[in-house]
């Protein structure tokens, strides 16, 4: 049974033009969710061992989840017996990921440690899955709630802890919430138009260089670890284009803003590693 849903979820996606893949998944948006994934991945690599296999599943799953997440949001666009095989389809293999990532950093599947990581899986997995578009129509800060948790303290100390078993210092947090600030920001691209929500957006993305900022500091001081400051022009550029620009450079700026918040995540991360070469 699982097997037939997974030949017709690939039956599916082959038969797809890359315009029906982004309506679909929201590819625009993928760096977004990688983002997360990316630094907490990075400041572990940074600090602990980590197996590359580690890494990879932990991409995978991102990817995956992302997958579900813009399954829930364009659901209107799939029949009902279509959506519900593809979902499903998505969802094992999201979970086959995470188990997998799970797998290659404890070496079994069958620890404590391992049990509760699977768990608390599924229950984002499952949150994911089902309650992921139910905020399109809610209020902007509920919005910005739910994505600052879900891809900040839940994705980069997640991927932190899966990668390096443990918490080091209350300083990720810091980290977390900044790229959490910032993915919420990139989320907002759709609903660009109204003074308050331009502001929201400016708060979120001034909040989210701070803290970054403040991270970077407490650390063992080290110039490449303010590498990320490399797109604080790119970000001055954007923030002044949503400010004039009208709602038809909505999708435009919103493909801006997930490239940036990717930079961005990409450069925080990479700014730890440095010393590593």
């Not at 849903?5 to 890359?18: A, K, L, T």
């Not at 572990?44 to 991409?59: E, I, R, S």
């Not at 954007?238 to 803003?257: K, P, Q």
Request: hydrophobic content about 55%; glycine content about 6%; overall charge positive.
């Amino acid at each position: 049974m699982k097997f037939s849903i997974f030949v017709y979820v690939f039956n599916e996606w082959y038969s797809m033009d890359i315009r029906q893949l982004n309506s679909l998944f929201d590819l625009k948006s993928l760096p977004v969710s990688l983002s997360a994934a990316c630094v907490g991945a990075m400041l572990a690599v940074a600090d602990y061992h980590v197996g590359w296999k580690v890494v990879l599943f932990l991409l995978l799953t991102a990817v995956f989840m992302h997958m579900l997440s813009a399954l829930k949001e364009s659901q209107a666009e799939l029949s009902s017996a279509q959506g519900k095989n593809i979902r499903r389809g998505v969802s094992v293999l999201a979970a086959l990921s995470a188990v997998t990532a799970i797998y290659f950093t404890y070496g079994t599947v069958f620890l404590l440690d391992s049990f509760v990581l699977m768990i608390a899986f599924w229950l984002v997995m499952n949150f994911t899955s089902n309650h992921a578009g139910s905020a399109a129509g809610s209020a902007v800060w509920r919005r910005c709630l739910r994505d600052v948790i879900l891809y900040g303290l839940v994705g980069v100390c997640g991927s932190f802890y899966l990668c390096s078993h443990t918490f080091s210092s209350w300083f990720l947090l810091l980290p977390a919430l900044s790229v959490g600030m910032l993915c919420a920001a990139a989320r907002l691209h759709d609903h660009i138009g109204s003074d308050s929500t331009k502001y929201v957006q400016t708060a979120l993305v001034s909040s989210a260089w701070i803290l970054m900022i403040l991270y970077s500091t407490l650390r063992v001081r080290d110039p490449w670890h303010f590498l990320f400051v490399l797109t604080l022009p790119a970000f001055i550029v954007y923030l002044v284009s949503i400010w004039r620009a009208e709602t038809d450079n909505r999708n435009h700026n919103g493909i801006i803003m997930a490239v940036l918040v990717f930079a961005f995540s990409l450069l925080s991360g990479f700014g730890f590693l440095v010393f590593l070469l």
